[in-house]
């Protein structure tokens, strides 16, 4: 494994980058510097106490997506590739964490994202060396763009609507004032709602989150849907629905009591 790593300004220089913690941007550096060849780093939480970084900054790395979580509790740093472009190939060994890393699809712009990822993206599978003529990336990047933006069927206005409800919400429940019609934002909506996600269950995320970073002055500022509609969504789903069940155990054993 080479002992060099590099860091590109492009990433760490971004008003998304800098707006995070500077224990988070801490963090982010020690992780980036111990990466094996590919990106992984399989001791994430003995560099977050190290580096006397919080649990909060750890999940402010995945959920602005800088880094990616796997349940053995490796990670890899998402934009690994970018980072070091110049990383000479013939020089890497075979993978170390093969099963993580099967589970990853490398983005045409260098990014990493997990296989499951539906965000519209053009990707190509790292385990399988496939060649795709650039006439097919096109033309399913077409598709896409109609499936999500230039529908004009009765969904498509059902879509419209929904999204407008969700950024309402999120409106009034974060006092910010966020766009319906910004594409990033319907982008990121439309790939969780092809994956069978209700407007209810983005105002459950919508709450949850509310309630953990609102009152918090670094964390609300990501109170916003690049990063509660990402990739973190479906965690932040299962918060609160583990949060709502608890409650709903709750108030059965009191009404039983009083019974």
């Excluded at 550096?29 to 994430?44: A, E, I, K, Q, W």
């Excluded at 594409?183 to 459950?204: G, S, W």
């Amino acid at each position: 494994m080479a002992k060099s790593r590099m860091i590109d300004l492009n990433i760490v220089d971004s008003d998304k980058f800098l707006e995070m913690p500077p224990t988070a941007q801490n963090l982010y550096f020690h992780l980036c510097v111990r990466t094996d060849d590919y990106g992984f780093v399989n001791s994430p939480k003995k560099i977050q106490r190290t580096t006397c970084a919080s649990d909060d900054d750890l999940k402010l790395l995945i959920a602005e997506e800088y880094i990616i979580p796997f349940e053995s509790g490796v990670i890899v740093v998402t934009d690994w590739n970018i980072h070091n472009s110049g990383f000479r190939k013939d020089r890497r060994k075979s993978p170390t964490f093969k099963e993580e890393f099967s589970q990853l699809v490398l983005l045409e712009n260098g990014i990493y994202k997990l296989c499951q990822s539906n965000d519209g993206q053009m990707t190509v599978n790292l385990c399988q060396n496939v060649s795709v003529k650039e006439s097919k990336i096109k033309e399913s990047k077409i598709k896409e763009s109609n499936n999500i933006y230039t529908s004009s069927s009765d969904d498509d206005c059902v879509r419209k609507n929904a999204i407008k409800d969700i950024i309402t919400y999120l409106n009034q429940k974060a006092s910010t004032n966020f766009r319906a019609t910004t594409i990033k934002t319907k982008k990121l909506i439309n790939a969780r709602m092809n994956e069978n996600y209700t407007v209810d269950d983005f105002k459950k995320v919508i709450d949850i989150k509310c309630k953990d970073w609102l009152n918090n002055p670094d964390m609300a500022k990501f109170i916003r849907p690049e990063t509660l509609f990402g990739a973190k969504f479906e965690s932040y789903l299962n918060e609160a629905i583990s949060i709502e069940t608890r409650r709903n155990q709750e108030q059965q054993a009191e009404d039983y009591i009083d019974f």
